[in-house]
C-alpha cells in the first residue's frame, strides 16, 4: 500500500532541486508544464506512484524547467519528428541533473528500476529488436541498465551521441542527423524491397506494370514516383497533392506543424511512458470534486479591518453615557417619580477593581516565573572564556593544575518581545467570557509590570455592519453594506467586508487611559456574560456593533499577515508571542473562482468553500494543504503564517468542555497511543493540558470550562461544617493549581 504524497514535501523538493523560488502547483493534470514567465512548474498528481518514482518524475521535471528553453523549434526543423526531440533533450537533461545533484544519480536509478520492473513500457508485448531507433535509444537511456537492448555500429553513435549533448542546439542538430538517417534507411529498405527497377517494368505492348498497387503508390519517395506514359509528371503531381513542398516527401512521411509522423518513424515508448504516466493519476481519487486549487493571501485594506483602539473606546464611552442620560432621563417622567437615581454601572466597576485586587499575587507569580525562565535561559547560553591575565589566587596550584587564568562569562544579548492577543467575540464565547477576559487582564498587567509591548485583538463580524437603512416609510431595512477589505481577484481568499479587528487593548495608552479601557471592556464583558439571567446585576444593555458574532478566525489569521509586520515596525521588538484565546473552530473561509456561465462561455467570478484538494500559497511560492476537516484551513493557515514569520511563536488558548476533551486531543496526536493517553492523564489531573505542535500552533494549551467557570477563592460559609470547609479548601487549591500550571508553560514559551 503506498503512503499519501505530501505534496507540500514535494513541492519544496521541487524548489530545491530548481535552486530558485518556483511556484510549484500539483494538479490533476495529464502531463506537466512549466510557465517560464510566471516560473510556475505544474506538476500531475501522482498517486499511485512510490515515494521514490515520484522523486525521479519531480527530479525529471524540474530540468525540463532549468534546461528546457520555451522555444518553437519547429520554424528551424519542421521535418524532424517531436518525439525525437523529446527522446534526446530527456537523456540531455537528466545527464544535467546528475552532473548538478550528484544524490539523484541514485534516484533516478531505483526509479527507473521501479518502473522496469513494473514493464512501464510495455516490453512484454513490444520486442526491443523490432522497435525503431529512436525507442531503442529511449529504452537504453532510461532502463538499459535492466534490459538489452540492441544496436548496429550505425546507431551506437546516435546513442552515444545523446549522452554527448550539452546544449539545446546540439539536441535539435542531433534529432535532426538522427532524422535523415532514419530517411536514408526507409529509402534503401524500400529499393530493397522493389522486385523490379525501371528497364524490367517494360512488358509486351510497352505498357508499364506497377509493382505497388495504385493506392498505395503515394507511399513511395519522388525517386520512385510513377510517371505519365509521354514521360512527363501528372498533372495531379505538378500540382502538390500528393506531395510536400518544402520536404520532398509525401505527406505520410512528413509532420504535421504539431508534429504528426508517418507510421514507419512512430515513436512508441514516448507514447507510452506519457500515457503510463497519466495512469499514475488516481483517476477515483476525489470523484465528484473540484479539481485542485491555489489561494493566495490578499492584501487587505487594514484602515478598513481594524477598528482602532480610540474608535472603539469612543464608541464605548457614548454608548456609556447615553443609556445614563436614558436613564436619567425617564426618573424625570411623573410615573418614574418614585424610582432611585442610581450609577447604572457601579456594581460591575466594583466587581472589577474588586477583581483587579484579588488578581496582584497571580500576575506577580507570572513576573516572578517570567524573570526566572529568563534568567536560566540566559545561563544557559551562556559562555565561558579565558582571559589570558593571572588569577593570582591560583598561583599557589601552579604544580599541578594548569588553569591558571581568570576566565570570563559573556550572556548572549536578550531580545525584545512584545505579544499580540486575538480572542475570540464568537457566541459560542458567553458561558466562559468572564474567564477568559480574566485570564487576558491577568496577562496585560504581566506585560506591563515587564514592559513587553502587546496589541489586544478581538474578531467579529458585528463591527462593520455599517448604519441601519431604512426606507421611504421608515421600514427597517438591514444594515447597510460596509466597504471591501480588499480587490477582488481569482484565485484569491475573499474576507467578508463584516470581518473586522477589533482593538480592544495596547500599550500605546498611558496608564490612567488604559485603566479605563479595561474597565470599559470589563462593562462589556459583563453585559454580555449576565445577558438573560434572572440574577443579573447588570443594569444597561450591549452598546451595538459589539455584540458577539460568529466565529471569523480564519479571517483573523490571514490578518495578521499585515498586522504582525505592523506592530513589529511600531514597537521594534524582535520576538513576537501571537496567542489565540477561543472555545472553538472557525467557520468556513471562501475563495475566488471564474467559473463558465451555463449558458455560453462567458466568465464570471465566483466563490467556493476553500477546503478539500485547495492549497494555501503564499508569497514566497510555498503551499500548505486545506485538507476535507472543517479546522483543516485554520492549520493551513498557521502553517503559512510560521513559515513567513519565524521569529513569532504562534500559541492557542482553547477552551475546552470535558465532553469535546477526548476528540479535541486525538485531533492533533493522529493515531500516537502513548501520546494521546499522556495528554489524557494530565487533564484528568488538572483539567488543563498542552499539545506542542498541534493545530499549526508550536503549543496548544486546553482549559477546562468547567475548571475556568468555578472560583478560585477560598469562601464557606458561617455554620459550614469541616467536611464542607475542606472540600472548599481543596476546590481552591485545585483552581490555583491548575492556573499555575499552565501559566508556567505559557511563561517558558513568553521567556
Known amino acids: 500500500m503506498l503512503k499519501k504524497v505530501n505534496y507540500e ?96 544519480v541514485k534516484t533516478f536509478h531505483m526509479g527507473y528500476k521501479e518502473l522496469s520492473d513494473q514493464d512501464f513500457f510495455e516490453l512484454g508485448e513490444n520486442e526491443v529488436e523490432d522497435m525503431n531507433l529512436p525507442d531503442r535509444i529511449n529504452i537504453h537511456h532510461k532502463i538499459g541498465k535492466f534490459v538489452d537492448v540492441p544496436m548496429s555500429e550505425d546507431e551506437v553513435y546516435f546513442r552515444d551521441s545523446a549522452l554527448n549533448t550539452d546544449t539545446f542546439d546540439e539536441v535539435l542538430e542531433l534529432a535532426n542527423e538522427l532524422h535523415e538517417f532514419m530517411k536514408t534507411q526507409h529509402t534503401e529498405s524500400i529499393k530493397i524491397d522493389l522486385p523490379f527497377d525501371g528497364a524490367e517494368m517494360e512488358q509486351g505492348g510497352g505498357s508499364k506494370v506497377d509493382p505497388i498497387p495504385s493506392e498505395d503508390k503515394s507511399d513511395t519517395f519522388d525517386s520512385i ?25 509525401p505527406p505520410e512521411f512528413s509532420d504535421s506543424p504539431i508534429g504528426g509522423e508517418h507510421c514507419d518513424f512512430e515513436t512508441i515508448t514516448d507514447k507510452l511512458f506519457s500515457d503510463n504516466l497519466e495512469n499514475l493519476n488516481d483517476k477515483n481519487r476525489n470523484t465528484g470534486v473540484y479539481d485542485t486549487d491555489y489561494c493566495t493571501i490578499p492584501e487587505l485594506n487594514l484602515e478598513t479591518v ?65 524573570e526566572c525562565r529568563k534568567s536560566a535561559d540566559a545561563y544557559a547560553r551562556a559562555t565561558v572564556s579565558k582571559t589570558g591575565v593571572l588569577d593570582c589566587t591560583k598561583l599557589h596550584s601552579y604544580k599541578y593544575n594548569e588553569d591558571l587564568f581568570k576566565k570570563v562569562t559573556t550572556l548572549p544579548d536578550g531580545k525584545n518581545h512584545g505579544l499580540i492577543f486575538v480572542l475570540d467575540w464568537s457566541g459560542s464565547m458567553s458561558n466562559v467570557l468572564k474567564d477568559t477576559v480574566k485570564q487576558l487582564f491577568n496577562l496585560i498587567w504581566f506585560c506591563k509590570k515587564v514592559q513587553i509591548p502587546f496589541q489586544v485583538f478581538a474578531f467579529t463580524n458585528e463591527w462593520n455592519r455599517g448604519d441601519k437603512q431604512f426606507d421611504e416609510y421608515g421600514n427597517y431595512r438591514g444594515y447597510a453594506y460596509p466597504k471591501d477589505h480588499h480587490v477582488k481577484k481569482d484565485g484569491q481568499l475573499y474576507i467578508e467586508a463584516q470581518f473586522a479587528m477589533v482593538e480592544f487593548l495596547t500599550s500605546d495608552c498611558k496608564k490612567g487611559d488604559l485603566e479605563h479601557q479595561m474597565m470599559n471592556i470589563w462593562r462589556l464583558m459583563s453585559c454580555l456574560d449576565q445577558r438573560g439571567r434572572w440574577d443579573s446585576s447588570v443594569y444597561y444593555q450591549c452598546p451595538s456593533r459589539l455584540s458577539l ?49 451555463r449558458q455560453g462561455n462567458e466568465q464570471y467570478l465566483g466563490t467556493r468553500s476553500a477546503h478539500g484538494n485547495v492549497f494555501i500559497r503564499d508569497k514566497n511560492g510555498r503551499t500548505y494543504h486545506c485538507a476535507d476537516a472543517y479546522y483543516d484551513l485554520t492549520t493551513a493557515l498557521l ?59 508550536h503549543a496548544y494549551f486546553g482549559l477546562s470550562s468547567s475548571a475556568l467557570n468555578s472560583d478560585s477563592s477560598f469562601e464557606v460559609k458561617e455554620d459550614a461544617t469541616k467536611a464542607q470547609i475542606k472540600s472548599a479548601f481543596k476546590k481552591s487549591l485545585s483552581a490555583k493549581k491548575m492556573n499555575k500550571k499552565v501559566l508556567g508553560q505559557f511563561m517558558s514559551y513568553i521567556a
Open 549 to 597: 458574532s460568529g466565529t471569523p478566525l480564519n479571517e483573523a489569521l490571514v490578518s495578521l499577515n499585515q498586522i504582525i509586520p505592523e506592530f513589529k515596525k511600531k514597537t521594534g521588538v524582535q520576538k513576537i508571542q501571537c496567542i489565540t484565546l477561543t472555545d472553538g473552530e472557525a467557520h468556513p473561509l471562501k475563495f475566488h473562482k471564474e467559473f463558465k456561465s
Open 225 to 249: 514516383e510513377s510517371e505519365s506514359s509521354d514521360g512527363e509528371e501528372s498533372e495531379e503531381q505538378e500540382s502538390g497533392d500528393n506531395s510536400d513542398e518544402t520536404t520532398g516527401f
Open 639 to 697: 502553517n503559512q503564517l510560521r513559515g513567513r514569520f519565524p521569529d513569532v511563536n504562534f500559541l492557542g488558548i482553547r477552551v475546552v468542555d470535558n465532553r469535546d476533551c477526548n476528540s479535541f486531543v486525538r485531533r492533533y496526536v493522529d493515531y500516537d497511543y502513548e501520546r494521546h493517553q499522556t495528554i489524557m492523564a494530565q487533564w484528568r489531573k488538572t483539567k488543563s493540558l498542552m499539545i506542542t505542535e498541534g493545530g499549526g500552533y
Open 306 to 370: 481594524k477598528a482602532k483602539n480610540v474608535d472603539v473606546h469612543k464608541h464605548l464611552d457614548e454608548e456609556w453615557i447615553a443609556q445614563q442620560q436614558h436613564y436619567d432621563n425617564e426618573l424625570l417622567k411623573e410615573e418614574n417619580k418614585y424610582r432611585i437615581p442610581m450609577n447604572l454601572y457601579a456594581s460591575v466597576d466594583n466587581e472589577y477593581r474588586l477583581f483587579r485586587r484579588s488578581a496582584q499575587k497571580e500576575v506577580n507569580y507570572l513576573v516572578k516565573e517570567f
Open 9 to 104: 514535501v514535494k513541492g519544496q523538493l521541487a524548489k530545491l532541486l530548481a535552486t530558485e523560488d518556483l511556484i510549484i502547483e500539483n494538479k490533476r493534470v495529464p502531463t506537466a508544464s512549466f510557465d517560464v514567465d510566471r516560473r510556475v512548474l505544474t506538476l500531475p498528481m501522482w498517486d499511485k506512484a512510490s515515494a521514490t518514482v515520484y522523486d525521479l518524475l519531480v527530479g525529471h521535471e524540474v530540468g525540463h524547467a532549468l534546461y528546457t528553453p520555451n522555444e518553437n523549434w519547429k520554424l528551424r526543423y519542421p521535418e524532424v519528428p517531436m518525439s525525437f526531440v523529446n527522446i534526446l533533450e530527456d537523456v540531455r537533461i537528466e545527464k544535467l541533473m546528475k552532473r548538478k545533484y550528484a544524490g539523484i
